[in-house]
């Protein structure tokens, strides 16, 4: 982790939320997230790579996404825009879908949440960006919303890897 970077989660009112800090300033950290040759750099786990399959930075858009694993795996994910108000805050649909973009199960967790809201912030003080993201499942049944809960631990250190990639990235611009 970069030098006064840390990683966060808790549930809020039933909503996982996750908070860090990075040392760079807000329109480069947003530039991360909503550019796809910045994307591929660091989004996923540790030892995946990650294609950008499709980026439409509007309302009604989609990110679509391939992961391989270190094993040579294929995963596939997809965000679809709500609300965009640059470089302030990010509105999103997750899931992880089929190679055609068709929401799927999580491949492991057969009673994963099919999707989830997520809200990401974007603030700055003094050329460091806090992010927050705030995620919980949508229409969802009572065992996935479960099953998503259960699964904090889990999401909060895919996080914290994912950010941790996304903090040697920022370092190298």
């Known amino acids: 982790m970069a030098a006064g ?20 300033p807000r329109d480069l950290v947003w530039k991360a997230f909503t550019e796809p040759d910045r994307l591929t750099h660091w989004w996923g786990p540790k030892g995946f790579t990650t294609h950008v399959l499709k980026l439409e930075l509007r309302p009604g858009g989609v990110f679509f996404y ?20 640059a470089p302030e805050r990010l509105v999103i649909v997750s899931s992880f879908t089929d190679e ?4 799927v199960r999580h ?28 995620t919980k499942p949508i229409n969802a049944s009572e065992s996935e919303r479960k099953t998503f ?21 920022l370092a190298t611009l």
């Open 5 to 24: 970077s840390s990683s966060t989660g808790e549930s809020v009112d039933r909503e996982l939320v996750i908070t860090r800090v990075f040392d760079a």
């Open 66 to 85: 391939s992961q391989k694993t270190p094993d040579g795996r294929e995963m596939f994910g997809k965000w679809v825009y709500r609300e965009i108000i």
């Open 100 to 103: 055609r973009g068709n929401p």
């Open 107 to 134: 491949p492991l967790s057969p009673n994963w949440p099919l999707e989830m809201l997520g809200t990401s912030t974007f603030t700055e003080n003094q050329e460091r960006t806090t992010l927050t993201i705030r």
């Open 149 to 169: 809960y259960d699964g904090e631990s889990s999401m909060e250190q895919g996080f914290a890897g994912t950010f941790d990639r996304l903090d040697e990235y």
